[in-house]
């Protein structure tokens, strides 16, 4: 009888025990919380980066066409107004029904805009981005080269440029 009564009983945990492993289990719980959060937040930084990417390819693509097979008889010939990162560009297409076409920056909405024939600015980048800046430059001739335009466009501090020129 003696030995059952100064039998010590192992079965469970002591104090000591339950607060190191609730630290430990914290602990890991706590690393867990943190690197989800910077996957998550990778993520959004990617899906930025790429949505910048997507949009500023398609304005080049889209300033290409504008520039590409341009009217260039001195009556026709590109114009640039506005000043700083604030311009509209101004080009006639041969062959094009809906001349002139424009091109400028909404800054009230951050957004670039087109026009054809004199008619509505139409918004061509998405709400996903902030336009910041457009400038358009047209290019002079140096001797016997060729002139040309440039386009400009900074979409979330990243320069997008289309340039053309002319051939004669």
């Not at 700083?84 to 062959?95: A, D, I, P, Y």
């Not at 091109?103 to 805009?113: D, Q, V």
């Not at 996903?128 to 002079?140: D, M």
Request: with cysteine; net charge positive; aromatic share 8%.
């Amino acid at each position: 009888m003696q030995n059952r009564i100064s039998k010590k009983n192992n079965d469970g945990f002591t104090l000591i025990e339950m607060v190191i492993y609730i630290a430990l289990f914290s602990l890991l719980l706590g690393s867990a919380f943190i690197t989800a959060y910077q996957i998550i937040e990778s993520v959004n930084k990617t899906n930025i980066k790429t949505a910048t990417q997507e949009e500023g390819n398609f304005i080049s693509r889209k300033l290409d066409w504008v520039l590409t097979g341009l009217d260039r008889t001195p009556a026709n010939l590109p114009t640039v107004s506005g000043t700083g990162c604030n311009q509209t560009l101004t080009v006639n297409k041969l062959s094009f029904p809906e001349n002139p076409i424009s091109i400028k920056l909404n800054s009230g909405n951050n957004s670039l805009e087109i026009n054809k024939a004199g008619g509505a600015f139409v918004p061509i980048t998405s709400v996903n981005v902030q336009v910041t800046c457009f400038k358009a430059r047209i290019i002079p001739s140096l001797g016997t080269g060729p002139s040309g335009v440039t386009a400009t466009t900074t979409i979330s501090d990243i320069d997008f440029s289309v340039t053309k020129y002319f051939r004669k």
